[in-house]
T-cell receptor, first 109, second 121 residues
């Protein structure tokens, strides 16, 4: 079966750095997405990785290792507004998007 | 770019009535639109995939006669919840995928609408 694993919840301190991991087992791979979802709102697109390596976008970076079926989202200089759920999603061989359950990130002052 | 709107943002209806939710891509042509449902503290659940001009593809367990999807143009898809019941109360979210170059993201990036919160009494 297809599976995306993420930690259920993480806590970090304002101004610090946090890494949210995602491991996947899917039938084929055609890209990995990270989305941010604030409570009661729809997800917003953060990043896309299809090749191995690190993609940096301001305070957010996303890393991919296809051989390990592994990705992480790195958030630097955490702000209170970064408190949200972070969803990992993988596009499989049929170009279907398989969603993880999301990681709820709690930022403390 | 890549703005998707949904209407209404919230709706309360009586059991047995039907509710229509609209999803529009405002600044790009969406070849494919998706409808999701999300219960509190749970992840997104894909209900159906809709391509313009053709019938929607429903996920297993989703009743196509209850959740009617129409994708009449490249910028509009509608979801109608027919004969709604309290268990249909949920957060319904649509998303649309862009054509590269029109919205600036990578191929098949899903851009989400703001969601519609449905409460059935």
């Amino acid at each position: 079966g297809q599976n995306i694993d993420q930690p259920t919840e993480m806590t970090a301190t304002e101004g610090a750095i946090v890494q949210i991991n995602c491991t996947y087992q899917t039938s084929g791979f055609n890209g990995l997405f990270w989305y941010q979802q604030h409570a009661g709102e729809a997800p917003t697109f953060l990043s896309y990785n299809v090749l191995d390596g690190l993609e940096e976008k301001g305070r957010f970076s996303s890393f991919l290792s296809r051989s390990k079926g592994y990705s992480y989202l790195l958030l630097k200089e955490l702000q209170m507004k970064d408190s949200a759920s972070y969803l990992c999603a993988v596009k499989d061989s049929n170009y279907q998007l398989i969603w993880g359950a999301g990681t709820k990130l709690i930022i403390k002052p | 770019g890549a703005v998707v709107s949904q209407h209404p943002s919230w709706v309360i209806c009586k059991s047995g009535t039907s509710v229509k939710i609209e999803c529009r891509s405002l600044d790009f042509q969406a070849t494919t639109m998706f409808w999701y449902r999300q219960f509190p503290k749970q992840s997104l659940m894909l209900m159906a995939t809709s391509n313009e001009g053709s019938k929607a593809t429903y996920e297993q367990g989703v009743e196509k006669d209850k959740f009617l999807i129409n994708h009449a143009s490249l910028t509009l898809s509608t979801l109608t919840v027919t004969s709604a019941h309290p268990e249909d109360s949920s957060f319904y979210i649509c998303s649309a995928t862009n054509v590269p170059g029109l919205a600036g993201g990578p191929t098949d990036t899903q851009y989400f609408g703001p969601g519609t919160r449905l409460t059935v009494l």
